[in-house]
């Protein structure tokens, strides 16, 4: 079965420093994998998905299968991006896979 | 975008009642739904897989006599809790993959709190 591992429980940057959000995953294969993200008092919502290649709030991730990571990165933090960030990918090898969580990272923006 | 709601949002009651907690899709179809449990700072766990017209699935660990989960339509499951205890109480999170998409994309509801006296 597939596994996210997500190092740091919380990240404190400064608003408008870099940030960069740690995922690695365990499969040998072409991993599915996202990132959401829960805001205070918020549902949880997606974030992006490595297939779209898209970029969501200035946030983008690469896929580093050498790595097998897929670190969340931004160049410049913003207050309004303080949040629980969850790494998360589908348990088996199909995409229709039960999706499970990494344990999440508590990113704060200092002011 | 695809609106998971759930009911109540919050809801307390004492140990050894039974709690139903309602997830819908409300401008969608969901032939899938899944329930999560999140405790304070920590991630969701999944719970139970949950289909329409079928038993649910339950993950390892998870009582399925304790935790009753119906799918009884495209836009409703519910998750009934057996006879509560206080360490049942937690932060209940359902969400629904939307028919016919092509990946695997999830709509999360808002997440009901669970606290048992």
């Known amino acids: 079965a597939q596994r996210v591992t997500q190092p740091e429980k919380l990240l404190s940057v400064f608003k408008g420093a870099p940030v960069e959000l740690k995922c690695n995953y365990s499969y040998s294969g072409s991993p599915e994998l996202f990132w959401y993200v829960q805001y205070s008092r918020q549902r949880l919502q997606l974030l992006l998905r490595h297939i779209s290649r898209e970029s969501i709030k200035g946030f983008t991730a690469d896929l580093n299968k050498g790595e097998t990571s897929f670190h969340l990165k931004k160049p410049f933090a913003q207050e309004e991006d303080s949040a629980m960030y969850y790494c998360a990918t589908p348990r088996g090898k199909t995409s229709y896979d039960k999706v499970i969580f990494g344990p999440g990272t508590s990113l704060s923006v200092i002011p | 975008g695809a609106v998971v709601s759930q009911h109540p949002s919050w809801v307390i009651c004492k140990s050894g009642t039974s709690v139903k907690i309602e997830c819908r899709s409300l401008d969608f179809q969901a032939t899938t739904m899944f329930w999560y449990r999140q405790f304070p700072k920590q991630s969701l766990m999944l719970m139970a897989t949950?289909?329409?017209?079928?038993?649910?699935?339950?993950e390892q660990g998870v009582e399925k006599d304790k935790f009753l989960i119906n799918h009884a339509s495209l836009t409703l499951s519910t998750l009934t809790v057996t006879s509560a205890h206080p360490e049942d109480s937690s932060f209940y999170i359902c969400s629904a993959r939307v028919l016919g998409a092509g990946y695997n994309e999830q709509f999360f509801g808002p997440g009901t709190r669970l606290t048992v006296l």
């Open positions: 949950s289909n329409e017209g079928s038993k649910a699935t339950y």
